[in-house]
């Protein structure tokens, strides 16, 4: 408690501001469709002192009285320097054009150009969609989390997907957050394509390394997504018929100047070939996913806005009657954005999210139906204040989890199977400063305390070494079942060099109270969700990081270094022979470890011109270790890829013609292969000596992508976007197996692999009005 | 592939051991190289006793490698083998469950036939159903084996936790079948570490890329040595087809 009080002590005293502070504020806007820039910057020039505006294109700084320049810039946008006199605070607005030049959709980042170096951000890592939508990917289908994985310390979870692991975290470690909901299943058909429409949604911002007390609940990083705002002026629409699906988007205002609407759908359609086919027992058999985006935004007054934004979204498998499989999510998130003052707002946000999945059988000799889903309602409090000198975040949350692990029923058994559900409360209050101590110093210091609570009804079990209930507790409805406290302290220090470099360091403590059971490394539908209980501890990870970050010919380039150490505590595996599936006694196959993972990450990028891109190098090493796994040595992570490399380049010939290439490599996967084999019952049984002892064959691809613009013919926009993936045609080994060399000596063995995907072209037809 | 190969770990002993109401029997071998096994090496001259109550009995060399005897071993029994190579000392102990029958079978013709023209040499598709009722008092552990015309066709080790004391269709098979094809479908009762076995077996052997890193089946062994010995009793239904 002393040191909370400490904390907030400090906080306080940062916040006192001298007298004869004047404020200049306002919002910046695109001078066409009135939508807010968020991110924009705005700077005193000659000086340090600026600000970015907020999500809502709002901005304040606070100046002695005078006369100054202020510079408004926004990459994508002509740069505006106004002369402002103040004597009084001062309201300036500032509407932005975009720039002429189309080479300038080829950036990376949205903020000011030399935002790595000036921040304290420590292992952030930006994704403009503009990127998002030139960088070649599979099937042709943009996608955020996969342009994500091309960056430093960030691993795809497997080919062609979207998954990915963050500085040796677990795939379920990471927070997607799609305007403050939790998305507990990002991924479309078994993690082939993420939930992210790229014409719904705006930058991408993953937080690898330090971040602000703010976020918490997942161990190794945030990735937040906001669904854009519709148009407040006019109306329009974009949209594409892709290889695999078709997308439309369209928005506009609802009150001009005032409100707006942003609706985007998706759907694929390789159950509508089905259709046609000779065969019509097919016809019965579906295979699509869709989704749709919504935003309403209300500006109800100067200082008060509304907005309401979700996301519906669902995959359907269907084969004939037989067998079908869905599932999917849906969010629903309302805030409330109220100004207090110049100085002062508070957002208040109402969160829904529901995630399900459903497998369906049905034959003659055996029907069966599994289900299985989690609840989240979640109220977030977030008041923010800033100064001069510091921006300070003060908030909480309160959030009710329902899991619902599953159901089997069944013909064969006289009754269903059922997993109990289980409920917990989260509370969470928070304060973080991010304060500028003077040219050569910034630090961002804060607190999160976390509170879990674990609540009935429910029953659990204690075990025997068998695996053997020996007793059991019942918990009566709203009973507190347990309660974890935890403290995550977060700092960051930037130290400035020059105005072109700066050293950081950042220490990070986050935890987690839900647990992903997964039976394998691709999203798959008896997957699921439990929180913390009296046997399984909240996880928790220690990370502290530090890096060099250097920009040269006016942050033309950036590049950078970073290093970091990770301990991760509380991790779970299973007990050999464990049952993941429906198993009410899975608790009593959990075994509990831990894993630390370290590397160096290195980055550099080139901003502006006709040539674009960036090269990113990570070396590094993540291991685990379990009391009853590997005879309790350390063992490798299967996602353990000692060497991850990644070239992302981008060239523009013309205003309309652009061309795109990815080069990735990769260490091949930690995986367990047997070293001998022997005969029991007249089979062979493989002899495994090491846990993950042998590696795959190194990983590497290149993608090719050109997109041509058409003439504009009023205000309907063309493009044509072909893309190439696999270029080489790469044999990569996605699985490895062992078959007889000859039919006359099945003892002898060969090595064969599975490649996934050969090299696939794809094209698309995009258009806006 | 020229870019990933598979080691070879030092030889181990194996030991394979059961022992049913009739028969004991012991397999000694070691292991051998994962791509390219030399013939399986056998071992011989090792001493193998089984012991129950107060009486310790001897298996007899009948091959290379192989040891057994045939004589009556009863049910609700706990059974002790002991086995000496050389300086190794290997031990293992299995209890003898009561044996749980069939309750009854059924067969029928699928409608599954009628989706496709198969061809007539495949036979007809056939579902076969075989019923058990579990008793409630304890918990059980069973081992199916079904063999088609005297080769193995399927095998699946299951515990009674999702019915405990229920009726259920234990044994759902569907396949072809023609004239004549005898189907023996077998149902072993067995003891939970022999259960734990199986069941980590299955496991193991999947050489997958995507799921769990496999590992070695849980052995009931003590000593340094693979394999498992399991006591069973068991029962079985023939279905011939005409």
Redesign the interface.
Known sequence: MKHILFILNFLLVSLSISAQQFTISGVVKDANSGEFLVGASVTIVGTTNGAFTNTSGAYSISVKQGSYKLEYSYLGYETAVVDIVVSANVKKNVRLTQAAMKIDKVVVTSVARDHNVISTELGAQTVSIQTVKIVPVLFGENDVLKTLQLMPGVKSA?EGGSGYYVRGGGSDQNLILLDDAPIYNASHMMGMFSVFNSDAIGDAKLYKGSMSAEYGGRLSSVLDVDIREGDKENYHGQGGIGTISSRFEVEGPIRKGKSSFLVAGRRTYADIFLKMARDT?LHSTKLHFFDVNYKFVNDIDENDKLSLSGYIGRDVFKFRDMFGMAGGNITATGSWLHLFSKQWKLQSSFVYSYFDSDMDMQM???DANLQSGITEFNWKEDAVYRNENNIVHIGGNVGYHRFSPGKLTTS???QP?IMEKRNALEMNVYADNSQTINDWLKVQYGLRFSNFMGLGAATFYDYNQ?HEIIDSTIYKKGEVINYYPNLEPRLSVNYRINAESSIKAAYTRTCQFVHLIQ????SMPTDYWMPSTNKTKPQTCSQLSLGYFRNFKENSYETSAEIYYKNMQNQID?E??A?LFLNS?LEAYLLYGHSRSYGVELYAKKNVGNFTGWVSYTLSKTEKQFEG?NSGKWYPV?YDRTHDFSIVAMYAFSERLQASATWVYSTGDA????????????EY?????E??G?????YHRMDVGVTYTQEKKGRFESQWSFSVYNVYNRKN??????EPVDEETP????????TLFPIIPSIAWNFSF | MDDFEVGSAEAKIVVAATISPTQAQVILSKTTAYLNPTSIPYISGAHVTIAYDDTIVTLHEDSVGYYSLEQQFESQKMYSLSITIGDNFITAESYMPPCVRWDSCSVKLSEYNSWYEFPDSLGKIYEVLAYVTDPVESANYYRKEVYKNDTIYSKETTDDSYFNGQTVQLETLMGFFKEDDIVKIYLKSIDKQAFEYYNTLALSNSSSGMFAAPDNPKSNLQGDALGRFYAYTVDSVIVRFK
């Open positions: 497997g027992s003659s000799m055996l064969m058994l006289e199977i068998e039976s394998s490394t691709v299973y050999n022979g049952n006694n796994l299967r995986v367990t292969y047997p070293s001998g084999k022997y005969l029991v019952d007249g049984v493989s002899y495994y000596t846990r993950n042998y590696r795959m064959p190194a080994a996605y699985m490895i197996y062992f003892d002898v063995l060969q090595a064969v692999k599975i």
